[in-house]
């Protein structure tokens, strides 16, 4: 495989431009998620990317859950090593619009529950507190002892 940056423009009739591909596609997959409007919806999101080689992001106004993983069949010069028998969803992609030239740019990109809290934390109104009985004290809680 060349490690020459071909630009699309510049391949010759029969070339394909997964010979100059580091594979990107098959070191992923991103499904598309509803978009949050609730505090659970982003509690949820949070536990998704708590699970590592994760994150979320937004492109043209549709989230999704991005899941970091090489395809087991990847070979080692990024060819497929199933190619004849691969899943049709591989079949069915095609270079046309792939992201060998994309600059992975999105609208929203949430790689921590932290900048998913803080998102969240400025897009929703406050969060509901529990409420407290009248006339029950308002005193600090201590952490338990073990």
Same mark, same amino acid.
């Given at each position: 495989?060349?490690?020459?940056?071909?630009?699309?423009?510049?391949?010759?009739?029969?070339?394909?431009?997964?010979?100059?591909?580091?594979?990107?596609? *098959?070191?992923?997959?991103?499904?598309? /998620?509803?978009?949050?409007?609730?505090? &659970?919806?982003?509690?949820?999101?949070?536990?998704?990317?708590?699970?590592?080689?994760?994150?979320?992001?937004?492109?043209?106004?549709?989230?999704?859950?991005?899941?970091?993983?090489?395809?087991?069949?990847?070979?080692?010069?990024?060819?497929?090593? /199933?190619?004849?028998?691969?899943?049709? /969803? *591989?079949?069915?992609?095609?270079?046309?619009? *792939?992201?060998?030239?994309?600059?992975? *740019?999105?609208?929203?990109?949430? $790689?921590? &529950?932290?900048?998913?809290?803080?998102?969240? $934390?400025?897009?929703?109104?406050?969060?509901?507190?529990?409420?407290?009985?009248?006339?029950?004290?308002?005193?600090?809680?201590?952490?338990?002892?073990?």
């Amino acid at each position: 495989m060349s490690k020459v940056k071909v630009r699309r423009s510049d391949l010759k009739p029969g070339e394909v431009l997964c010979s100059y591909c580091s594979a990107r596609c *098959c070191r992923y997959f991103a499904l598309p /998620i509803e978009t949050p409007t609730t505090w &659970q919806d982003f509690d949820h999101m949070r536990w998704y990317v708590m699970h590592g080689r994760s994150a979320v992001f937004v492109d043209d106004n549709t989230w999704y859950l991005l899941v970091f993983g090489d395809c087991e069949n990847l070979l080692e010069d990024n060819r497929c090593g /199933i190619y004849l028998t691969r899943p049709q /969803i *591989c079949r069915t992609y095609s270079t046309d619009n *792939c992201e060998y030239d994309n600059d992975s *740019c999105y609208d929203k990109y949430f $790689e921590s &529950q932290d900048q998913l809290w803080e998102y969240a $934390e400025a897009v929703l109104p406050p969060k509901p507190q529990p409420r407290k009985k009248a006339g029950a004290p308002n005193l600090p809680t201590l952490p338990l002892l073990s």
